[in-house]
């Protein structure tokens, strides 16, 4: 399988974030992710702090979103 994505999974993913990305920053916090998924448990997003937030800054870039959605 190839590692690399398609150009339409790529923008999939990009509608997918942006629709996430409440304020446009270009980033997903937690009160976005809270906002869309209210019984998101405490539990989930430490674990999604884990294993998505390379920078550990806190908020989910794009290109971490799109790591993550690789996981799957």
């Given at each position: 399988?190839?590692?690399?994505?398609?150009?339409?999974?790529?923008?999939d993913?990009?509608?997918?974030?942006?629709?996430?990305?409440?304020?446009?920053?270009?980033?997903?916090?937690?009160?976005e992710?809270?906002a869309?998924?209210?019984?998101?448990?405490?539990e989930?997003?430490?674990?999604?702090?884990?294993?998505?937030?390379?920078?550990a800054?806190?908020?989910?870039?794009?290109?971490?979103?799109?790591?993550l959605s690789g996981?799957?």
């Amino acid at each position: 399988m190839s590692d690399e994505l398609t150009q339409e999974r790529l923008a999939d993913l990009r509608r997918q974030f942006a629709s996430l990305d409440d304020d446009g920053d270009g980033y997903i916090t937690e009160d976005e992710l809270l906002a869309h998924f209210p019984g998101l448990p405490a539990e989930a997003i430490a674990e999604l702090d884990r294993v998505a937030d390379v920078d550990a800054d806190g908020r989910f870039s794009l290109e971490e979103f799109i790591r993550l959605s690789g996981r799957a």
